[in-house]
Structures are given as structure tokens and as C-alpha cells.
């Protein structure tokens, strides 16, 4: 069975994370698949969010997606693991489901001169530990601290992230985690929303501290995989086409979307459940 490439995420960041993907590929077929009912996922429990990201990859497979990419920080610190080991093996093991940390954390730990890292992501993704469970796994000799960015994903969804009242909770993050670690001269975006923030960003960080938002380094780390595994490669239709899908109003993923992706599209809504 061929089919589209699937994206998942809880709202709309994982639009940064399918622009990167498409840019890079353009030539496959995509199906958008947002919760954005049910969003924000970054303080629910570990069993919540792999309850809601199980049915998104079901649904995403019952579309005919060979593979699905969980453009979710919060769904790959939480689910991705569980739905890998548990589920494909004894319900779809010709499906293969991807997460956006460990690609993040295989280039991290090259482009940091001082080897200290910092994490910036929703207090989901920061209690899991995930980013630092697999940069150590990769790069041993990094530190990795993290900071939970609670009012964020809110900046961005309420189209507050370049006014002047996201300044304070930007700066505020950013104080805390160099206060924590000094010495960090990379930091990721471990939250699909924040690259909306980046301008902001830069402005509070000392010279020469890196940014590393994670759409470039997913499509690329897809590609890889795309090349080592032929056999899943020829399953991926090629149509150059995309479709959306939102749990929410597809009026409000519209006027959201714009947001993320500088271009109108059109969405249609279905249940998750």
C-alpha cells in the first residue's frame, strides 16, 4: 500500500517542522494532522499524550500514510518510544513512526564549541529529559540544561509572539536558563512553536550563542532515512500535494496556519478518538 507521508502535532508548530520537510522534498505527498482540540499537550501526563498520539497515528495510518513524523516535542518525549516498542510491532509493522528528538540531538552536539547546551521546550518535553538522555547518548562529553517556556506556545497561538508583551517572558526563560549554565553556546528550540520567536530570541542571548531551530535538521535527517530504507521510500506517493486536517474549526486552523506557513491553505475537520 503506497501513500502519503504523515505529520502529527498537538497544534500548529508542527507546521514548521512539515515546511522544513517539503522544502527539502517537495516532490512527496503530505497529510497535516493537528489536535488542536485538545492542544496544548505540553503539561498533560505521559499516559494522556500517548493516548491522543496513538489515535492521531492511527488515524494518520487509516489514511494510508506508510509513515508518520511526530512533529511534537511533547508527543516524541512522551509516546514516541511506547508506540514504537509496543504498538507497530503487533498492529502495523510495515508502518514506521519518527519523532523530532533524536535527529535534534544526532547534530546539537557538533556545532556547540563549549559542549553546553541548552533546551528551551514546554514543561512536558523538559520533566521527560528526553533531549538529555540522547545528546549524552551521542555526545557524552555535553552538558544539556533545560528550561520550561510555560506561556510560549500561547505567544505564538494568540498571535502575541512579535508584540511587545512577549518580550518579558522571553527575556525572563532565557535569564533563567543562562543562570543555570553560563557557559551555553547552543540552544535549541525544543518546541515546534518557538521558532516564531527567534528574532526575539537572538535579541536577549549574548553574542554568539546559537539558535537551533529543528525544521532543517528533521528534513534532513529524513532524507537519510528515506535513503537507507528503500523499501519504505517506494511505499511514499509522489504528487507534490499536501492536505490538512484539524480537530478544531478548520476557519481558526486557517487564520493559525497563515501564521506558520506565510500562505492560505484549506483544512478539513475530523474527529480523533
Given at each position: 500500500?503506497a501513500?502519503p507521508?504523515?505529520?502529527?502535532?498537538?497544534g500548529y508548530?508542527?507546521?514548521?517542522?512539515?515546511e522544513g520537510?517539503?522544502?527539502?522534498?517537495?516532490?512527496?505527498d503530505y497529510?497535516?494532522l493537528?489536535d488542536n482540540?485538545?492542544?496544548?499537550?505540553?503539561t498533560?501526563?505521559?499516559?494522556?499524550v500517548y493516548?491522543?498520539?496513538?489515535q492521531?497515528?492511527k488515524k494518520?495510518?487509516?489514511?494510508?500514510?506508510?509513515l508518520?513524523i511526530?512533529?511534537?516535542?511533547?508527543?516524541?518525549?512522551k509516546?514516541l518510544r511506547s508506540?514504537?516498542?509496543?504498538y507497530?510491532p503487533?498492529?502495523?509493522p510495515?508502518?514506521?513512526v519518527?519523532?523530532?528528538?533524536?535527529?535534534?540531538a544526532?547534530?546539537?552536539?557538533?556545532?556547540s564549541?563549549?559542549k553546553?547546551?541548552?533546551v528551551?521546550a514546554?514543561e512536558?518535553t523538559?520533566?521527560?529529559q528526553?533531549?538529555?538522555?540522547?545528546i549524552?547518548?551521542i555526545?557524552?562529553?555535553?552538558?544539556?540544561v533545560?528550561?520550561?517556556c510555560?506561556?510560549?506556545v500561547s505567544?505564538?497561538?494568540?498571535?502575541?509572539?512579535?508584540?511587545?508583551?512577549a518580550?518579558?517572558?522571553i527575556?525572563?526563560?532565557?535569564?533563567?536558563l543562562?543562570?543555570?549554565?553560563?557557559?551555553?553556546?547552543?540552544?535549541i528550540l525544543?518546541?515546534?512553536?518557538f521558532?516564531?520567536?527567534?528574532?526575539?530570541?537572538k535579541?536577549?542571548l549574548?553574542k554568539?550563542?546559537?539558535?537551533?531551530?529543528?525544521?532543517?535538521?528533521?528534513?534532513?535527517?529524513?532524507?537519510d532515512?528515506?535513503?537507507?530504507?528503500?523499501?519504505?521510500d517506494?511505499?511514499l506517493?509522489r504528487?507534490a500535494?499536501c492536505?490538512?486536517?484539524?480537530s478544531?474549526s478548520c476557519?481558526?486552523?486557517?487564520?493559525?496556519?497563515?501564521?506558520?506557513l506565510?500562505?492560505d491553505v484549506?483544512?478539513?475537520?475530523i474527529t480523533l478518538?
Amino acid at each position: 500500500m503506497a501513500g502519503p507521508i504523515g505529520v502529527f502535532d498537538s497544534g500548529y508548530g508542527g507546521l514548521t517542522i512539515l515546511e522544513g520537510i517539503r522544502k527539502r522534498m517537495p516532490e512527496y505527498d503530505y497529510i497535516y494532522l493537528g489536535d488542536n482540540a485538545r492542544a496544548p499537550y505540553g503539561t498533560r501526563s505521559f499516559d494522556v499524550v500517548y493516548e491522543f498520539t496513538l489515535q492521531a497515528v492511527k488515524k494518520l495510518f487509516e489514511m494510508e500514510c506508510p509513515l508518520v513524523i511526530l512533529g511534537c516535542n511533547t508527543a516524541s518525549a512522551k509516546a514516541l518510544r511506547s508506540i514504537q516498542q509496543n504498538y507497530l510491532p503487533y498492529n502495523a509493522p510495515n508502518r514506521r513512526v519518527l519523532g523530532v528528538i533524536r535527529p535534534t540531538a544526532e547534530v546539537v552536539g557538533d556545532m556547540s564549541h563549549s559542549k553546553h547546551i541548552g533546551v528551551l521546550a514546554t514543561e512536558g518535553t523538559i520533566k521527560s529529559q528526553s533531549y538529555n538522555l540522547e545528546i549524552k547518548k551521542i555526545h557524552p562529553d555535553c552538558t544539556v540544561v533545560g528550561q520550561a517556556c510555560p506561556m510560549w506556545v500561547s505567544l505564538v497561538e494568540n498571535n502575541e509572539f512579535d508584540k511587545p508583551g512577549a518580550d518579558y517572558f522571553i527575556q525572563t526563560s532565557l535569564e533563567k536558563l543562562l543562570s543555570k549554565d553560563p557557559q551555553i553556546d547552543t540552544i535549541i528550540l525544543g518546541c515546534t512553536h518557538f521558532p516564531l520567536l527567534t528574532d526575539k530570541i537572538k535579541h536577549y542571548l549574548p553574542k554568539g550563542v546559537k539558535v537551533v531551530p529543528q525544521g532543517q535538521y528533521i528534513a534532513s535527517s529524513l532524507e537519510d532515512y528515506l535513503h537507507r530504507h528503500p523499501d519504505m521510500d517506494q511505499q511514499l506517493t509522489r504528487g507534490a500535494t499536501c492536505q490538512y486536517f484539524t480537530s478544531e474549526s478548520c476557519v481558526k486552523f486557517r487564520e493559525c496556519a497563515s501564521l506558520f506557513l506565510h500562505e492560505d491553505v484549506t483544512a478539513e475537520r475530523i474527529t480523533l478518538n
